[in-house]
T-cell receptor
Framework: RKEVEQDPGPFNVPEGATVAFNCTYSNSASQSFFWYRQDCRKEPKLLMSVYSSGNEDGRFTAQLNRASQYISLLIRDSKLSDSATYLCVVNEGTYKYIFGTGTRLKVLA | EPEVTQTPSHQVTQMGQEVILRCVPISNHLYFYWYRQILGQKVEFLVSFYNNEISEKSEIFDDQFSVERPDGSNFTLKIRSTKLEDSAMYFC?????????????FGQGTRLTVV
């Protein structure tokens, strides 16, 4: 079983749509969770950390379900500039960040 | 805003040569990492470094690779006897969990092309 699994997509959505990405992780001892965004041939950039209580940052909402080992990211009112690959990242507590394969999002005009 | 910087942005080398990729982590960070991303593939962990020693390394990080913090600011990845399959983007990252946030920040990457 892969350590961090994501649907690679692509998700093609119209501007203004709401889109949700999911991620599952295999190590129940994982301690910290993140969503990063990666544009083509660029570095991963932190989008948001994911907390057990769920957290929101503008149009972005992240949820964590430790029992199911599941993380989600919801993007509301999609913008063209949201087109990117969204990376689910898990920190296993030994300061090793494990990346999922990423989910590609294309927001269409 | 503090950032991780990497040099060079692009390195072309002949197969069998040695390369050194350089990184300047964020100044008050204590944990440093190297990752690689082969074109079209996922970001893969190579090694983490703390307190002047390797804390963890992956199966990819074999004897061909080494890391060093030669001074108070630089963090380097050396790849000896490069192979064609070493061609990838190499990302350096740093973090400081002691500040209450555990996220890692990444440099812009070095694109290594082995010919």
């Amino acid at each position: 079983r892969k350590e961090v699994e994501q649907d690679p997509g692509p998700f093609n959505v119209p501007e203004g749509a709401t889109v949700a990405f999911n991620c599952t992780y295999s190590n129940s001892a994982s301690q910290s969770f993140f969503w990063y965004r990666q544009d083509c041939r660029k570095e991963p950039k932190l989008l948001m950390s994911v907390y057990s209580s769920g957290n929101e940052d503008g149009r972005f909402t992240a949820q964590l379900n430790r029992a199911s080992q599941y993380i989600s990211l919801l993007i509301r009112d999609s913008k063209l500039s949201d087109s990117a690959t969204y990376l689910c990242v898990v920190n296993e507590g030994t300061y090793k960040y494990i990346f999922g394969t990423g989910t590609r999002l294309k927001v269409l005009a | 805003e503090p950032e991780v910087t990497q040099t060079p942005s692009h390195q072309v080398t002949q197969m069998g040569q040695e390369v050194i990729l350089r990184c300047v982590p964020i100044s008050n960070h204590l944990y440093f990492y190297w990752y690689r991303q082969i074109l079209g593939q996922k970001v893969e962990f190579l090694v983490s470094f703390y307190n002047n020693e390797i804390s963890e390394k992956s199966e990819i990080f074999d004897d061909q690779f080494s890391v060093e913090r030669p001074d108070g600011s630089n963090f380097t990845l050396k790849i000896r006897s490069t192979k064609l399959e070493d061609s990838a983007m190499y990302f350096c990252a740093s973090s400081n969990p002691g500040q209450g946030s555990t996220e890692a920040f990444f440099g812009q990457g070095t694109r290594l092309t082995v010919v």
